[in-house]
Every structure is written in C-alpha cells, then in structure tokens.
C-alpha cells in the first residue's frame, strides 16, 4: 500500500510529551503503580476481616457447643433422677434443682468470657407416662474482631431435653387347645421369647400371665427378668397348649399386678396374645334350686335316689333342681337345703356361636401350673359337700362332670368376678325368656355363654383403659381366625369403629398364620420401645 514519505517519522524523532515534562506512556505506568498499591491495602484489609470474622465464629461456635453441652447433661441428670414410684409432685423441684446443679458445674458464670447467663428448668409430663426435663439457657459472647463493624458482642442460646419412660409389662399369652391343634404354640413360643429378648435388663420390668381356660401367673413382674432364675425366656419354652379362651379374667389379672406395683412413672402395657374368641368366663354363679326348661347335658343317672334323665344337648327338657349338696350335706329335696354360691369358670364348646352344644363348668380360675389341663374343679372359696355327680366337686378331673354344669348353675350373673359386664353390649346375648330365670343369661347354649365372655373382655379392657389411677396401654397379636374388630376395640387401636381419643391408644397386629407371629411381634416391640425412649 502507498503511504506518505515520512509521515511516521516526525513521531519517532520527536515523541509527545506531556506539560511535566513526562512522557505519556510514563505517566500512564506511574498511575497503574498507585491503583494496584490501593487494591492491595484493600485486599489486605479484607483478608484481615475475613480472619477476624473467622475468629469471631469460630469462638461463638465453642461458647454455643459448650452450653448445648451444658443443657444436655443438666436435662439428662435430671431425667435420670426421677422416680417411677413417685409422683411429678413429690419429684419436681429435686429434678430441677439437680438440673441446675449440673448445668452450673458445666458451664459456670464467666465461663468463656461470657456475661449475662440466663437459665431455666421446665419438668413436666409431656404424655402419657413419659417425663420430660427441659433445659434453655443465654449468655452474651464478647466479639474481637466484628467490634469493628460495630458488633461489640452477640447472644448465644441453647436448649436441652430428655425424657424418661420406664416400661411395667404384663405379657398375657393364649395357650388354649386350638393353638396346639393348629401347630401354632411353638412358633408363638419362640416369638415371645425374641419379643422378651428386645427389652432392657434392669430398667424395664416384665411379668407374665398364661390362660387358656384358666388363669396362671407364669411370672412375677420384675426388672431381672434375664438374669434371676429361672429367667422369663425359659418360663416362656415351657409353655404347652390346652382348654379353652378365657380372655377377660386374663387381663384382668394382668391389671392387677400392675395396680399393685403402683408405680405413677412407669408406662402400664397389657401385650395380648389370642388365636381365638373368647369362650370362658368366671363368676360366682348361684346354685340351681327350683325346676325350670332348658337343654340338656347328655346326662342319665341317679343321683342322691332322683334320676337326672337329660341325654341330647339339642333337647329342651324340664331340668330338676341340682343335685349338690349344701355345706350341712343336704341335698334337693330336703327341707333346709341351702347351697351357697359358687366362683369358678364356665366355658362354652367350640367358638361360642352355636345354639346348641355343650357348656362346661364349673372350673378353678386359677390354673394350679402352666401346664394344667384345666379340669381342677371347684372355686377358691373353699371344699363344697358334693354329692355324686356335682359338677361343683372339689379336686376331682372328671372331665364328665363338667357337663352337668348346666343343672347345677342356675343362671350366668351380669358382671363377672372382676365386675366386667357380661350382658351387653358388643354381642347380643341369649336369655332364657320366660320361666323362673327370665331375662337372665342362659348357661345351657354356647352362644350365650360365648358372647357373654366375649362383652366380657371388652368391658375388661374398657374398664381398665379408663382408670385413671394406673393409665394402662393394650398393644393385641391377634392370629388367625380371630375377631379382629373385638381385639382392635380392646387395644382401642385408631382404626376401631369406637376408638375413643380421651382412653390410652394403644395397637392391634394381625398375623395371617404362625410364620406371620415374629414378624407381628417384632412391630408391638418396636412400638413400645419407641415409645419408652
């Protein structure tokens, strides 16, 4: 390309030039210099800042770690010292004064330059059973560097809790005679054994109650329950299967060991097992004196010179007085013959839904071993004179006079030995309706005698539910062909078409078949452990 001679040469040979005399490139050189001198006092300063604030956080983060630890380990201690056989009454103000304890030697005033601390101390029972300690806690930390900023000094609060709930359970485990016919008992056997195993030694305390037709008291409630011999696991592996399904008394029972224990700290836990419908109950039952129309008890024999003569089950005949002694060993009809009433155990055949069928009676309710077969006849009052075939005989296990029941008892009272009503209100119950019992609950039909243990073991865990005195929870295993809308009602599980809010909620498990039971165990064990935390 054409250019202009020299053109470029005046600007080699002569270079501008500012008014001081220095060149332009020069000058531009010195004003780099001083802008990067003033953006590296600037980045210094920051970086100091930086640290500062880094020192800063890092010193508030010790002051609040160190009074989080504070507040815990007040809460703790004081958690840790409350009494189960205690009252929150009798126990608060010794709670918070040993949180305060702790918490002072902690974190004492002026403890990491701090000022101004502050702390407070709630107990209190948070729900059913558990108590809970609440510790908060401020101080005001000193700043070393954001002074600078204007940030002389900035509060620090933490807050610890902890919470104590001792467990007092009775087991009450199923070992009628249909769980030995299904091949059931060993594998229920084997899941409450792991069910036991899941509990703490030394702080949880375990009992046991087995019933079939009767009730056994297997094993006392205690906290050794793994050590002391024998322990509850090897109670449990000698368990065999026989009789009947006396749910109600069962648990009655169990509530009555925890009311004695009587411990207001302690979460109450009745844990069901049942593969049936309840089919026996316990009452004191009034000796048959007159006459009267009802089925019979396959029986035909004399007794004391009077011929019984009642063959078929299925066939309502005129059934004479019964054939009892008194204690004076008079018998029907003899002028002054008085029987008194008798306690003991009335059980129906099969699931307690047939009209007609045998009614057997009258049986301990207390079984003598946990292994008994359920045919110690009489009740805990005392030896009745009994004439032959009474079906009141005391010590004897002919298991054929616990069919004559049904002419010796003149009729089922309304409310059980442990006062559980029995003639309302889940199942309808059959009554005789005309003759010298009318409108009371007849002893001679397994539907009758059935649904009356059946209302009994609901009103059972009602009653028990409602005491205020001693809050029970229920947690149920129900296996099988049981009634699932029964068990759900007596844990008062959430999704029971009566679950009452203002009663313990407690859980119902259902487990199809046997190989379903560990698995159904393991879930009330889980529950409950949650719970105990």
């Not at 109600?248 to 004695?260: D, G, P, T, Y």
């Not at 593969?275 to 019979?296: C, E, N």
Request: glycine share 8%; proline share 5%.
């Amino acid at each position: 390309m054409w250019r202009k001679p020299g053109s470029n040469l005046r600007s080699r040979i002569f270079p501008q030039t500012t008014a001081g005399g220095l060149s332009m490139h020069a000058r531009s050189s010195r004003n780099e210099r001083g802008i990067t001198i003033i953006l590296l006092a600037f980045g210094l300063a920051m970086i100091l800042l930086m640290a500062g604030l880094a020192v800063d956080a890092s010193y508030l983060y010790t002051v609040r770690a160190k009074l989080s630890m504070a507040c815990d380990a007040a809460a703790l201690a004081a958690a840790r010292s409350l009494n189960v056989g205690l009252t929150m009454a009798d126990q608060e103000s010794a709670a918070r004064a040993r949180a305060q304890a702790f918490f002072d030697a902690n974190f004492p005033n002026g403890a990491l330059n701090t000022r101004n601390r502050t702390s407070s101390v709630i107990v209190e029972e948070t729900a059913l059973r558990t108590r809970s300690v609440t510790v908060s806690a401020s101080v005001v930390a000193p700043t070393y560097f954001m002074r600078i900023v204007g940030i002389p000094s900035i509060p620090v609060s933490a807050l610890g809790k902890a919470s104590r709930r001792d467990v007092n359970m009775m087991m009450v485990l199923d070992r009628s005679g249909s769980m030995q016919n299904s091949g059931a008992c060993e594998p229920m056997k084997s899941a409450a054994r792991s069910f036991v195993s899941r509990f703490a030694e030394g702080r949880d305390r375990l009992g046991m109650i087995t019933y079939s037709t009767s009730w056994y008291y297997a094993y006392p409630l205690t906290k050794n329950f793994k050590t002391q011999s024998p322990t509850l696991d090897s109670v449990i592996s000698t368990i065999t299967c026989t009789g009947g399904t006396s749910t109600a008394m069962a648990i009655s029972e169990a509530f009555n060991q925890l009311a004695a224990l009587n411990e207001p700290g302690a979460l109450n836990i009745i844990m069901l097992f049942t593969d049936g419908i309840p089919t026996g109950l316990t009452a004191r039952f009034p000796v048959k004196t007159v006459s009267d129309s009802r089925y019979g008890n396959q029986e035909s024999r004399t007794v004391d010179g009077i011929y019984h003569n009642y063959p078929n089950v299925g066939t309502i005949y005129n059934m004479l007085p019964s054939g009892c002694r008194d204690t004076a060993n008079k018998t029907y009809p003899q002028a002054g013959w008085a029987p008194a009433d008798r306690i003991g155990v009335l059980v129906s055949s099969g699931e307690g839904v047939a009209a007609t069928g045998q009614t057997y009676g009258i049986i301990k309710p207390y079984a003598p071993t946990m292994t008994s077969a359920d045919r110690s006849l009489d009740g805990p009052t005392g030896t009745m004179t009994s004439g032959a075939g009474c079906a009141f005989g005391a010590g004897t296990t002919d298991f054929n006079l616990m069919r004559y029941a049904r002419r010796d008892i003149a009729y089922v009272p309304d409310f059980d030995l442990y006062n559980n009503r029995m003639d309302c209100c889940y199942r309808t119950v059959p009554k005789f309706t005309s003759g010298p019992f009318a409108g009371r609950i007849r002893p001679d039909r397994p539907d009758s005698v059935g649904a009356a243990s059946t209302n009994a073991a609901d009103n059972a865990a009602k009653r028990i539910r409602q005491d205020t005195a001693n809050p029970t929870l229920f947690y149920v295993i129900g296996l099988g062909s049981v009634d699932s809308v029964l068990l759900k009602r007596i844990a008062n599980d959430p999704s029971s078409p009566t679950y009452t809010r203002d009663e313990p909620t407690g859980l119902y498990v259902y487990a199809p078949d046997k190989t379903q039971l560990n698995q159904a165990f393991a879930r009330i064990a889980s529950e409950i452990l949650r719970l105990a935390q």
